[in-house]
Each structure stands twice: as structure tokens, then as C-alpha cells.
């Protein structure tokens, strides 16, 4: 190894258009151009990261000046012909005045001067609009190339003046590929799951997977193992995943705690392992459906592996699993104990309901139903391992089955016919239909019951047949005193003017019962209309609104002993006009107090009183 090693990004940086990766779209048209004589004034080369932008920039540069490959691409820039400028450093408009300077010198050698310009996105306004009329309309000589990460961060009037070319993210194959043929030229043995493992690290990047590949031979040496590599970049390993995914099939709790628990001690970043474990899953969703395992990017050995996992899983829990996931990952960042939310994230995909087991079970009772098995005679054992069910069938057929309800319910239900005497022939008939009518309330209620229980949802108690019954008798008076009172509503009140007239005593009761503030924000209000039980008043101030509101239920309370029926307050706001009585003149208010007052009127009219000024 030489005194000054070299890394591998830059050992390997492409010299010509044939050995960039995955970028065959723009170097055959930058071949054509050139074989054609149509090299356009400015290119534009736009990419993710590490795709090779800068690199077709050299490459363009050196076919175009017909540069010797001694020189390789970062000797370019030391010749005359090729000037490279960092715009994230060189940003200003100074600068551009400067490149404005050198462009007026035409190449020492060869046909043109080009000018490739990084990151030209990091260019400010002012630096753009100084390079436009350059750019628009160069000298024959100059050529700029501008390589940019993000392109919408450039000026519309540059863009319409370049010729633009988006590079493409690299496949994890193609990485592949390219690294198995540096390991060969290195001497490197390294098997085809580590190859994978950095390729997907990358994320589409060969310049990240070469450096990658320097990191795990630093840490490895010349021998690169899975295990080790793992170690090495601090990534989660396939067997992980599984064992996770494992313990979430089998539902084993303990299994996963153990898991996080050892993944931590070895410093597991638990944002990059929910990463990871997304990805995870979505594979495994594509293994699920078969034909579209090309859509994984893993080695064969990995993909027969998702094949084996995806059979315990449904493609609606994984969908809901992948829900759960993707939403840990935007919460991780703001919670104070990682570690217990992760638990609890694993811990919620152990004891997740599966989707499959419970439609059985729903298809199960479906089919108690049509065989006619009474549901409530079923004993259910929620296990989703195993999903039995031992049903007791009826001895009659479901439609001919009438059960007679408890005395005890029917006296509840109705007291009047409960007894112990026979009914005579012209009641039977009615007395049989109200015993079907309970009976088919009790077998939805059964039904009720049992779908609850399958479903998972958790009660608070038990309640018994007579307990339904009886609540739903309760239910049946409450809804028939309901209708009563709006019966009596109806008769009783017919307009404001009936509140109008009770008002005073409802005021008197006012001021004995609520607070005092509330009691003078009652007194101020404005009955406006009574639509039904609702009762319309307004107020002045917000303040006045939000009182009533929150004492709504105490003032319709009051309302009721005083006319007898519940009235529902709405309470709106109108500001009251200006009061004008301040501008008027003293002889004007003066017989405004008249107007208001009889009996200051009756004494002017007989004494003739007037207004004494001092």
C-alpha cells in the first residue's frame, strides 16, 4: 500500500462516459451532441447526491478538449481550458463579476473554456441576475456546466436558458455490481449479503457505497463478513428484522422485550432500526403477493426467506403494522424515553388482533346463525391460536323457537298482564307475539354480546338477560316521558309572550339560587324568540354568552319550576348601540324622563314644573 492512500471514491471516479453507473440516458446524448457538433452554450445537470453530476461534467469536459487520460478528472481544473467554481463559497456577485472577467478569455488550448459550476443553487439572486446576460449570450468559446441538487432553488430565466438533465438514483444491483468488480480489483473477499447490506445503506448513491466499502475494510481488513460489517456500519442486519418479525408472528412478548433489550446494549440507534423495520415489512407485503418479488432488493437467499415469513402474516395486519411503524418513527423524536415507547410498539404488534382469526370467528357465528345453534348457548374462548367454539344446539329449529320470559321480567315489562292466570284464547295470540318480540330482543342482545366478545372489546361487567330487559324497559319509559313532555310543551307554550309573563318570577327565582354576577347578566338579557324549548336571548358581551352557556343546564332547572317544562337557552351576542342620552341636551333628556316616567309627566302637566339650571 502506498504511503498516501487514496480512497476509493476518488480512486475510481469514472474517466469516460462508459464507466458511469446507471446514467446511460445522458451520456448518450452528450455522445451524440458531441459526434454531431451540437454542444449547446449551458447544461444543466441535476440529481440526488453521489449519482455522478459532477463527474459527467468532467467527463464532458475532458471529451470535449480531447484531454489526455493521464490527466484524471481532478487534475481538470489545474488546466486553462477547465475552471470549476464552488458556488457554496463563492456565492456573491463579486464573484460573478470575476467569472464575468474570465470568461472573456478565449482557452489556450483546444476549442472551448468550460466553466462547471457546483452547487449553483447556493447562488443568491443578486449573483443569478449578474450571470444572466453572460449566460444568454456567451462568447463561442465558453461552455457552462452547473451541477445542482435541487434545482427548484434556481431562478426560472436560468433554467429557460440550459439545456437540463436529471440523473437518476442508482439501483442497489447496479451499486452491487460496481462494488463486486472493486473488490475483485482490491483483492477483497466479501460475500454477496454484505454487498447488499452497503448498496441499500447507500440509498442509491455510489459515491456513499464506495465510501462505505473503505469504512468496512478499515474495520475488517481484506475479509468482510456479514456479522462484522453489521458492526462495523452500525446497521440492522437481516436476522434482527426476522427474529423481530418472528416474535410478532409467534407472539411472543418476551422474546421481543429480550431482543430491544440486546439490540440497545449494542447501541442500536432505534430510529435507524424503525427505518429498517418499515422497509422490513414492506418486503415482506411484496413477498405476500408472489409476482412482484423482483420489487425487493435483497440477495436470493433473503428473498426465499420473505417468502417463508409472509405466510403468517395477512396483508390487512401488515398494512396495519406498517400504520403503527411508520407512525413510531415521527413520534421517536419527541418522546423523553425511546426505549419504553419502542417496547410498546412491540408489545402493540405482539397483541394486536389479527384480522384473519376474527373474520373466522364472525363467519363462525354467521353460521350458528343459519344452522340454527342459539349464539348465547355458545362458549367462546378468545384464543386466536385456536378459535373453537362449542356450540349446544337447540332442539327446535330457530323460527319455531319461542321462549317464554321470567315472571319476574314480564311484571317488569308489563304489570298488568304479568300473572300467573291463564290468558283467555283471544289474548294468546297477542301474548305470543310479545313473548317473540322479547325473544328476539334477547337473541340480539345475544348476538350483541357475542360479537362484542369477539371483537375484542372489553366490558366493564356482565350483565344478565333481566339486566338487558330491564334497561331496555327503562330506556322505553324514558323515551315515552320524553315524548309526554314535548306533548305538554306544545299545549302550554305558545310564543315568547308565555315566557314574557312568567319572566319576573323566573328572576325572583334567579336571584335566590345562581351568583350574584350571574344572576345580574340573567336580569340584562333580551328574550328574543322561542323556537319550541329553545328559548333565544341575547347579551351584550362575549363574556355574557359564555356564562349562560356554562350554566345552561341550571337555568333551564329553574325554567322548569316556574312554567313546568325544561327550556333550552341559546344565547347570542349584540352589541348594544351607543347610548345617545349622554348628547343629548338637558331639556331633551328631561323630557325623555318624562316619556318614561307617568308620574313626572302627571306633575309638569298640573304644575307646570320646569328644569332649574345652576
Not at 117 to 144: C, G, R, W, Y
Not at 370 to 383: C, E, L, R, W, Y
Not at 435 to 458: F, W, Y
Amino acid at each position: 500500500m502506498a504511503n498516501n492512500y487514496r480512497a476509493l471514491t476518488r480512486t475510481y471516479r469514472p474517466q469516460t462516459f462508459e464507466d458511469v453507473v446507471s446514467q446511460e440516458h445522458v451520456s448518450s446524448t452528450l455522445k451524440n451532441a458531441i459526434k454531431q457538433n451540437r454542444l449547446s452554450h449551458a447544461y444543466m445537470f441535476c440529481g440526488p447526491r453521489g449519482v455522478g453530476k459532477t463527474t459527467m461534467a468532467r467527463v464532458l469536459a475532458r471529451a470535449i478538449n480531447n484531454i489526455d487520460d493521464t490527466v484524471d478528472g481532478e487534475s481538470l481544473s489545474q488546466t486553462l481550458n477547465v475552471v470549476e467554481i464552488d458556488a457554496a463559497s463563492n456565492n456573491k456577485v463579486e464573484d460573478v463579476h470575476h467569472l464575468r472577467e474570465i470568461v472573456r478569455v478565449p482557452p489556450q488550448s483546444g476549442r472551448y473554456k468550460i466553466f462547471i459550476i457546483d452547487e449553483v443553487h447556493m447562488l443568491s439572486k443578486q449573483a443569478f441576475n449578474a450571470l444572466l446576460k453572460t449566460l444568454e449570450e456567451p462568447p463561442p468559446h465558453a461552455i457552462f456546466i452547473f451541477a445542482t441538487t435541487e434545482p427548484h432553488k434556481v431562478l426560472p430565466t436560468i433554467l429557460s436558458r440550459v439545456q437540463r438533465f436529471d440523473f437518476k438514483r442508482i439501483s442497489v444491483d447496479e451499486i452491487t455490481s460496481r462494488l463486486r468488480d472493486v473488490c475483485a480489483k482490491e483483492g477483497i473477499t466479501i460475500d454477496e449479503e454484505s454487498l447488499h447490506t452497503i448498496a441499500r445503506k447507500a440509498d442509491g448513491a455510489l459515491r456513499d457505497a464506495l465510501g462505505l466499502m473503505d469504512q468496512a475494510i478499515a474495520f475488517c481488513g481484506l475479509n468482510i463478513q456479514y456479522n462484522e460489517l453489521t458492526q462495523a456500519l452500525n446497521v440492522v442486519g437481516n436476522d434482527e428484522l426476522f427474529e423481530f418479525t418472528n416474535a410478532v408472528a409467534s407472539r411472543d412478548a418476551k422474546a421481543g422485550l429480550l431482543l430491544i433489550d440486546r439490540l440497545l446494549k449494542d447501541g442500536l440507534d432505534i430510529q435507524e432500526f424503525l427505518v429498517s423495520l418499515t422497509l422490513h415489512l414492506r418486503n415482506i407485503y411484496v413477498a405476500l403477493q408472489g409476482e412482484n418479488m423482483h420489487l425487493v432488493e435483497a440477495t436470493d437467499d433473503t428473498k426465499q426467506r420473505y417468502a417463508e415469513v409472509s405466510a403468517h402474516f395477512s396483508e390487512d395486519n401488515l398494512l396495519r403494522m406498517l400504520h403503527l411503524v411508520s407512525e413510531a418513527q415521527l413520534n421517536m423524536r419527541e418522546v423523553q424515553q425511546p426505549r419504553v415507547y419502542f417496547e410498546i410498539l412491540m408489545l402493540k404488534l405482539v397483541h394486536m388482533s389479527r384480522v384473519k382469526q376474527l373474520g373466522e370467528l364472525l363467519t363462525a357465528m354467521d353460521d350458528l346463525k343459519k344452522k340454527g345453534i342459539d349464539p348465547a348457548a355458545v362458549s367462546v374462548t378468545f384464543d386466536e391460536r385456536k378459535p373453537i367454539t362449542n356450540a349446544v344446539p337447540s332442539s327446535k329449529p330457530a323460527e319455531d323457537k319461542v321462549e317464554e320470559p321470567p315472571k319476574q321480567i314480564a311484571k317488569d315489562l308489563d304489570p298488568d298482564t304479568a300473572n300467573d292466570e291463564p290468558l283467555p284464547a283471544a289474548d294468546q295470540e297477542s301474548e305470543s307475539g310479545k313473548n317473540s318480540a322479547v325473544q328476539q330482543k334477547e337473541n340480539t342482545a345475544a348476538d350483541d354480546d357475542l360479537e362484542h366478545l369477539l371483537m375484542g372489546k372489553p366490558y366493564l361487567r356482565t350483565m344478565t338477560q333481566p339486566d338487558r330487559l330491564n334497561g331496555r324497559a327503562q330506556e322505553s319509559a324514558a323515551s315515552s316521558s320524553q315524548v309526554k313532555e314535548a306533548e305538554s310543551v306544545s299545549i302550554k307554550l305558545n310564543g315568547i309572550e308565555d315566557i314574557e309573563e312568567k319572566w319576573e318570577l323566573f328572576l325572583d327565582l334567579a336571584n335566590k339560587n345562581l351568583s350574584q354576577t350571574l344572576y345580574i347578566i340573567i336580569r340584562d338579557v333580551q328574550l328574543k324568540d322561542l323556537k319550541g324549548t329553545e328559548l333565544i336571548v341575547s347579551v351584550n358581551s362575549p363574556f355574557a354568552v359564555t356564562a349562560v352557556e356554562e350554566h345552561k343546564m341550571q337555568l333551564s332547572t329553574l325554567m322548569k319550576e316556574v312554567i313546568g317544562v325544561h327550556i333550552r337557552f341559546k344565547c347570542v351576542c349584540e352589541r348594544q348601540k351607543t347610548n345617545t342620552e349622554e348628547a343629548l341636551s338637558p331639556y331633551d333628556r328631561f323630557r325623555q324622563l318624562q316619556k318614561k316616567d307617568a308620574h313626572l309627566k302627571t306633575i309638569v302637566e298640573l304644575f307646570g314644573a320646569e328644569l332649574e339650571y345652576s
